[in-house]
């Protein structure tokens, strides 16, 4: 008498791109007909999430589109779908004068969404349009996932892949402005910015990518008010170097032990690239692709310190902005309707006429000053302690003791297979964490491939389990 093959359930918390890749490429390194993949996503569409969802026009990404793929090794295949589904031909804004893609974001979200269609119409992954309310272990190694308006889900094995919590607006802004109209929390939120009026003194909270987002978007909307980006260091993201040049530089070989030595090497292989007319992005480059090895060469007390004062600079060297979005900002820079100012807020009032004062110690001399503006908009970036509170499953499972916030402040603590590890160091069995939540181990997971590497990773880990189970070997289509 022949069994009947067991059918195993994978559920993946999250469809934005940590969580459709990892999808699809589970179900490529499963036999077909043994598992089947349910993903949680609230969105219309897989592989969208916070990042490609996007309506906005200006919303670009922000490298070129020949180093954006869902797939490692094809390196343009995601140029090619731009080419093939005629998605180029209707934005000739995408392509730079030296022939350089930077499409729309949300053009990348399409893309990986028709990756995952075959896997659909198949049904070997199904779609979700829910929020998870719970996860939880039921004793027989397998877990109970509640969504709102499902059915319950009881999975062999679920992946986390939610996306970062929302931005944690300054304590001061947070109590003074409550309500008020042109106060915006979170820049993410679609239509956020349209009770901004064209005339406005803009007051931005935060320097970096989605500042400059922020910026694009006001300017195309026809604003041409003062706009002012504060941030604790004044720093700005920077631009592309689109000339081809090899990464430089050497940080794995007798890796740095201190974030201090960490930083005089980059300087020091920044001055000899320069010396060799080489740009600093180059130096960037090579770090970003060892970043891995190089975070986990440093104990955590120096991971912290680089963390808290080395992090910023890396954010704006490391996360550049596209052409199209760079200009927009050297325009307003130029025509002097755009401020950059280090400072940090100290005080904010809301007057009665509508106006919001807001007080700044400057940087450079510690003076305070005020600045009165019209609209405030925080971009800070995501508030990484509040991760285990912006998920009500999370919020469960962490409660249980199943999961912890890691040692540095990035996201939730994790074992070197990517599975969550509780108070006690053991780790989660049948669990695992995609995506940029897990970068407290693994390090530079924020480009969309370390992402999609992690992704891999995890898929390969959870077809191991799940083959190892019904004593098979794992394979791949």
């Known amino acids: 008498m022949i069994a009947t093959p067991v059918i195993r359930s994978v559920a993946i918390v999250g469809g934005g791109f940590a969580g459709a890749a990892a999808a699809y490429h589970l179900a490529a390194r499963l036999p077909h007909g043994t598992a089947r993949i349910t993903v ?5 569409f897989l592989g969208g999430g916070l990042a490609y969802d996007t309506e906005e026009p200006v919303h670009r990404i922000n490298v070129p589109a020949v180093r954006m793929t869902l797939l490692p090794g094809d390196d343009e295949h995601f140029l090619r779908w731009l080419a093939d589904s005629g998605t180029l031909a209707d934005d000739p804004a995408a392509t730079t004068a030296d022939g350089h893609v930077f499409a729309r974001r949300s053009a990348f979200g399409r893309y990986v969404a028709a990756q995952l269609e075959p896997l659909l119409a198949s049904g070997v992954v199904e779609h979700r349009k829910a929020r998870v309310r719970a996860v939880a272990p039921v004793g027989d190694g397998r877990w109970r996932v509640e969504a709102e308006g499902c059915s319950t889900l009881l999975a062999d094995v679920v992946i986390v892949a939610t996306t970062h919590p929302s931005p944690q607006a300054p304590a001061a802004l947070a109590r003074a402005l409550e309500g008020h109209p042109r106060y915006v929390p979170d820049a993410t939120v679609p239509g956020a910015l349209s009770p901004i009026r064209s005339g406005d003194r803009v007051m931005i909270v935060g320097a970096g990518l989605t500042a400059a987002d922020v910026i694009a978007v006001l300017d195309a909307a026809g604003h041409r008010g003062a706009i002012a980006a504060v941030s604790r260091r004044g720093l700005r993201s920077r631009g ?8 430089f530089g050497e940080f794995v070989t007798s890796p740095a032990r201190s974030a201090r030595s960490l930083l005089r090497r980059v300087r020091r292989a920044v001055a000899e690239a320069a010396a060799v007319g080489v740009t600093w992005h180059a130096v960037f480059d090579r770090l970003r692709t060892q970043g891995s090895d190089i975070w986990r060469a440093l104990p955590v007390i120096e991971q912290r310190r680089l963390v808290r004062f080395l992090r910023p600079y890396w954010d ?15 325009h307003r820079l130029a025509a002097g309707t755009l401020t950059v100012d280090a400072a940090a807020i100290v005080g904010v009032e809301r007057q009665e006429t509508g106006e919001i ?12 000053v005020e600045k009165r503006c019209d609209a405030v908009v925080v971009t800070t970036g995501p508030g990484h302690s509040g991760v285990l509170r912006s998920q009500p499953f999370l919020a469960g499972l962490a409660t249980a003791g199943v999961l912890q916030l890691d040692t540095v402040g990035l996201g939730i603590a994790v074992d070197d297979s990517s599975r969550p590890l509780a108070a006690d160091g053991r780790s989660a069995q049948a669990l695992y964490i995609a995506g940029p939540l897990a970068r407290g181990t693994f390090g530079e997971l924020m480009g969309l491939p370390q992402v999609t590497e992690h992704a891999i990773f995890v898929a390969e880990q959870v077809a191991r389990d799940l083959m190892r189970a019904d004593g098979m070997a794992t394979s791949s289509r």
Not at 40 to 44: N, V
Not at 316 to 330: L, N, T
């Open 316 to 330: 704006v060297h490391r996360f550049r902005i596209a052409p199209q979005v760079e200009a927009v900002i050297e």
């Open 240 to 247: 592309h170097h689109l000339p081809p040049q090899e990464p």
């Open 40 to 44: 949680y996503e609230p969105r219309a």
């Open 357 to 368: 004062a807001v007080r700044l110690r400057q940087r450079r001399d510690g003076k305070t």
